[in-house]
Nanobody, 120 residues
Framework: QVTLVESGGGLVQAGGSLRLSCAAS????????VGWFRQAPGKEREFVAA??????YYSDSVKGRFTISRENAKNTVYLQMTSLKPEDTAVYYC???????????????WGQGTQVTVSS
């Protein structure tokens, strides 16, 4: 059974930082494209960042502020978020798929999400 578990969300003031973690069991993350998505209340889920063997990818809204990385020994992918803004408030999900295009088209595996709230 494959599970992805996000952690690290919370409440932070604007300008602050958080690091989200996505820990996997039942699959080896280094063999997959892994991404972070977010969904704010009343909005559609949007792509945030992804990592694959070919590199890292970011949405324009987070480029320069967020960094995605992986720690293979822990089978974990991280999202380091800095210079947080109130508009970053959302539930953040990690997901895994065979490729980055597959990730963005409809990932096979999803976590349950972790809430990030940025106060102004």
């Amino acid at each position: 059974q494959v599970t992805l578990v996000e952690s690290g969300g919370g409440l932070v003031q604007a300008g602050g930082s958080l690091r989200l973690s996505c820990a996997a069991s039942g699959l080896t993350l280094r063999s997959y494209a892994v991404g972070w998505f977010r969904q704010a209340p009343g909005k559609e889920r949007e792509f945030v960042a992804a990592i694959s063997i070919f590199g890292t990818y970011y949405s324009d809204s987070v480029k320069g502020r967020f960094t995605i990385s992986r720690e293979n020994a822990k089978n974990t992918v991280y999202l380091q978020m800095t210079s947080l803004k109130p508009e970053d408030t959302a539930v953040y999900y990690c997901a895994a798929a065979d490729t980055v295009p597959a990730l963005r088209d409809g990932a096979r595996y999803w976590g349950q999400g972790t809430q990030v709230t940025v106060s102004s």
